[in-house]
């Protein structure tokens, strides 16, 4: 099944949430139907942005899709700080990125955690992106592609076929994040493969067809066009680039 590319801005702790409108309506502005007709283009703000924001994308009747960095596992409870995939649900949000590498090297989420975390957001009716990754010490150590296929494998423990196949799973390279350094296209595409195959034997053919494979490290408008050349690679999870719209419109145009 062909699916348009899934271009995801991460504006992490970062914008106001009248900086959050600004944002969107100036992305909006770079973009034209055509854009729209090839990527899915997605904006995930911090949560104190995200009712904002979903009010600028409704009134406008923008295609830009809302995205959120991160849910909690529970519907609802004493869990202070949190926030539940159903309340995300009831904003419109579509995509929920989980397990993203600051939050397991910073947070200690576990694949378990992660897993829980893609399962919640699903019977909530919306797609997680699962983020995996190696950390420098890991890919010197030869171990690159083990510690991926794992995560793979432990954070879509929860999901069915039919859920792998809705969902996105962002290789990020940990090493490559805020760095300064980054992967080479060919480690990318090498690992988007890994992945595909992993899924294709741990779930189902189907679902490896279907899921769409991000890359994120470091990604800009001038490296964009040579990941998306992979076959493997169907999009990107954008982190500082996506904060300018001027950048984050020409990486989704990353065909021009």
Same mark, same amino acid.
């Given at each position: 099944?062909?699916?348009?590319?899934?271009?995801?801005?991460?504006?992490?702790?970062?914008?106001?949430?009248?900086?959050?409108?600004?944002?969107?309506?100036?992305?909006?502005?770079?973009?034209?139907?055509?854009?729209?007709?090839?990527?899915?283009?997605?904006?995930?703000?911090?949560?104190?942005?995200?009712?904002?924001?979903?009010?600028?994308?409704?009134?406008?009747?923008?295609?830009?899709?809302?995205?959120?960095?991160?849910?909690?596992?529970?519907?609802?409870?004493?869990? =202070?700080?949190?926030?539940?995939?159903?309340?995300? @649900?009831?904003? #419109? +949000? /579509?995509?929920?990125?989980? !397990?993203?590498?600051?939050?397991?090297?910073?947070?200690?989420?576990?694949?378990?955690?992660?897993?829980?975390?893609?399962?919640?957001?699903?019977?909530?009716?919306?797609?997680?992106?699962?983020?995996?990754?190696?950390?420098?010490?890991?890919?010197?150590?030869?171990?690159?592609?083990?510690?991926?296929?794992?995560?793979?494998?432990?954070?879509?423990?929860?999901?069915?076929?039919?859920?792998?196949?809705?969902?996105?799973?962002?290789?990020?390279?940990?090493?490559?994040?805020?760095?300064?350094?980054?992967?080479?296209?060919?480690?990318?595409?090498?690992?988007?493969?890994?992945?595909?195959? =992993?899924?294709?034997?741990?779930?189902?053919?189907? @679902?490896?067809? #279907? +899921? /769409?494979?991000?890359?994120? !490290?470091?990604?800009?408008?001038?490296?964009?066009?040579?990941?998306?050349?992979?076959?493997?690679?169907?999009?990107?999870?954008?982190?500082?680039?996506?904060?300018?719209?001027?950048?984050?419109?020409?990486?989704?145009?990353?065909?021009?």
């Amino acid at each position: 099944m062909t699916r348009k590319d899934l271009i995801v801005g991460n504006w992490k702790m970062n914008a106001s949430h009248l900086e959050a409108i600004q944002m969107v309506q100036k992305l909006s502005y770079r973009l034209d139907h055509g854009d729209y007709d090839r990527v899915e283009v997605v904006v995930a703000p911090p949560f104190t942005s995200l009712r904002s924001v979903q009010t600028v994308i409704e009134a406008d009747r923008l295609r830009i899709v809302l995205g959120a960095q991160n849910a909690h596992w529970e519907e609802s409870g004493a869990f =202070t700080g949190e926030v539940s995939a159903p309340m995300l @649900a009831k904003l #419109s +949000v /579509r995509h929920v990125i989980v !397990g993203h590498s600051e939050r397991r090297q910073g947070l200690g989420e576990t694949d378990e955690m992660v897993a829980r975390k893609a399962r919640a957001i699903v019977e909530a009716g919306m797609n997680p992106i699962v983020c995996v990754g190696e950390t420098l010490e890991q890919r010197e150590g030869g171990e690159a592609e083990n510690v991926v296929v794992s995560q793979v494998i432990g954070s879509l423990a929860r999901l069915g076929p039919e859920a792998v196949a809705s969902s996105s799973v962002a290789y990020e390279p940990i090493w490559a994040i805020g760095t300064g350094r980054t992967a080479l296209p060919d480690d990318a595409g090498t690992m988007a493969g890994v992945i595909r195959e =992993t899924v294709s034997n741990k779930v189902s053919t189907e @679902a490896a067809e #279907s +899921v /769409r494979l991000l890359y994120g !490290g470091s990604v800009n408008a001038a490296n964009i066009k040579d990941f998306m050349a992979k076959g493997d690679v169907d999009g990107a999870l954008v982190g500082g680039a996506s904060l300018d719209p001027d950048s984050f419109a020409a990486i989704v145009r990353y065909w021009v």
